[in-house]
């Protein structure tokens, strides 16, 4: 019997999203593979609030935050880290040769917009990286107050990292500001992995027309990507099983309704928080803590190896701590295709444990 997955990725997938994915595959140049994906674009602009230009990756979402950096900067990228995956992406702008400045706080507080006025206020950057929701702490960045403040900043792009928040918390791309916001499937969309997207602003894609082909490679050429989304096709073979899953998802996503999707999310997260409050602690800064999962501080000192090991005796898979917190965290997805009573059970099997070790 296969475990239950309460990890921050994979997360759930349900069966009628696995039987869509299931489905004998068209080819990518026809009529009804442009039908496929011109539906899955059209319906992922209405989920990010935006008219702007939507592109899908037969990636991981590792593979657009290195595309991003590549694409959107051609001055010096002001990389903010408060854990490990906003800290693989001042790795990855490191490693593509640009110009950076990484400004990391406290790993467990957030990224403030004013933190991040003070930076922009003092540097000639041309583009800003951020993660919206750090998997590795529990945090949730205040993504549209920060937006506001680099529109004051005309040169500056926003790039936001929005892997394990985007389908579980609003992100509202065009009214926010927000540049580009990649993810992939494998999180609050509730797919397996294996595919990605991302939203372009259209300031994003006159900034890639800058940039020298060779900086910017030819797989993740945004300028090639939009070319071939303008005829809903992609550059190359797509994942055309993913396609399935996201458009059947996307049906799935119309009937529950956003807000009311949004409100699910907030409901486990808030479940979830209360329930760990008095006995592990939140590792997250107060006021900033995620929708979409819960990193626990374990303060009672528990044996978090053997917490894990014995919830996936029972059939419950739980997350460690990550990175810089490996063995002195555990973390809690309520998120994708998760319900209140998924949380209600999962939690009423970790009080059993708890009070087993």
């Not at 579980?168 to 397996?192: F, H, N, R, T, Y």
């Not at 009573?341 to 059993?352: K, R």
């Given at each position: ?305 053997a917490l894990a090991s014995e919830m996936r005796s029972r059939n419950y898979l739980i997350s460690g701590g990550y990175g810089d917190l490996k063995g002195k965290t555990f973390r809690l997805a309520h998120m994708g295709d998760l ?19």
């Open positions: 019997m296969k475990p239950k997955l309460f990890i921050p990725g994979p997360t759930h997938v349900d069966q009628e999203v696995l039987d869509a994915m299931a489905q004998y595959p068209v080819g990518h140049r026809t009529d009804d593979y442009r039908e496929l994906q011109s539906k899955v674009v059209s319906g992922i602009k209405e989920c990010l609030y935006t008219n702007q230009s939507v592109l899908v990756s037969t990636s991981s979402a590792t593979g657009l935050m290195e595309a991003g950096v590549r694409n959107l900067s051609n001055r010096r990228v002001a990389n903010f880290v408060c854990g490990a995956f906003s800290k693989k992406q001042a790795a990855i702008t490191k490693i593509c040769g640009l110009d950076q400045d990484v400004f990391e706080v406290e790993w467990g507080q957030a990224i403030t917009a004013d933190y991040v006025d003070s930076v922009l206020s003092k540097g000639d950057y041309d583009l800003v990286t951020l993660v919206f929701n750090e998997t590795s702490t529990g945090v949730m960045n205040p993504l549209q107050e920060i937006g506001e403040v680099v529109k004051r900043y005309p040169d500056v792009l926003l790039m936001v990292d929005a892997v394990s928040g985007m389908m579980g918390a609003p992100i509202k791309v065009d009214e926010w500001g927000i540049d580009m916001a990649l993810a992939s499937v494998q999180k609050a969309w509730a797919l397996p992995p294996g595919f990605a997207l991302t939203s372009l602003s259209d300031r994003a894609l006159e900034r890639s027309r800058l940039i020298p082909e060779s900086q910017k490679g030819f797989y993740f050429d945004f300028v090639r990507m939009h070319k071939a989304g303008e005829k809903s096709e992609t550059m190359v073979t797509p994942s055309i099983p993913h396609l399935y899953g996201l458009s059947k998802q996307l049906d799935r996503i119309k009937v529950e309704g956003l807000e009311n999707r949004f409100a699910r999310h907030r409901e486990m997260a808030e479940r979830v928080r209360q329930w760990g409050k008095g006995r592990f602690g939140i590792f997250a800064q107060a006021g900033y803590e995620s929708d979409t999962l819960t990193c626990f501080a374990n303060e009672s000192g528990i044996d978090l190896i319900h209140m009573d998924d949380m209600d059970d999962v939690l009423g099997i970790l009080d059993e444990v708890v009070e087993s070790l």
